[in-house]
């Protein structure tokens, strides 16, 4: 026998939180966005302007480049992949590469760590780590 989701379920269901397609940071439901909420892709106006660039591509293609030619078990800094594309001016795109990686933590395909403890990439302050998802 199937289970029906009731009124309050199916409420819940569409006010899930989202992705912010930008900066990777979740989108909470608000409900100024009632109305809309469907087409709410970005958590901001400043990440609707930003949207996604070559660049930001470009980080995200780094990241899974480098963790590849690591251990299984390896994690890299952000900063290893800003400073893969970005030579003198690396620092630069110190933000630009933790944003990739939410992006990529949320698509499934990568884990941020602090202390070797998988965090919430939303709410991680300080130095983090890149690794590839773990199992169990």
């Not at 106006?45 to 070559?54: E, F, L, P, Q, V």
């Not at 470009?58 to 963790?67: A, G, M, P, Q, S």
């Not at 944003?99 to 990439?121: K, M, S, Y």
């Amino acid at each position: 026998m199937a289970h029906r989701k009731s009124a309050s379920e199916l409420e819940r269901a569409e006010r899930a939180d989202r992705t912010c397609a930008s900066c990777g940071r979740t989108i909470t439901w608000r409900a100024a966005w009632a109305r809309d909420w469907a087409n709410v892709n970005y958590c901001s106006d400043a990440c609707r302007r930003h949207g996604i660039t070559d660049t930001d591509r470009e980080l995200e293609r780094t990241i899974e480049n480098l963790l590849e030619k690591r251990a299984m078990d390896a994690s890299i800094c952000p900063s290893d992949a800003a400073r893969a594309i970005g030579g003198e001016t690396w620092r630069e795109l110190m933000e630009p590469a933790r944003r990739a990686a939410r992006r990529l933590v949320a698509a499934g395909r990568l884990e941020i760590t602090q202390g070797g403890t998988v965090v919430d990439p939303s709410t991680a302050k300080g130095p983090i780590r890149l690794r590839r998802p773990r199992s169990g």
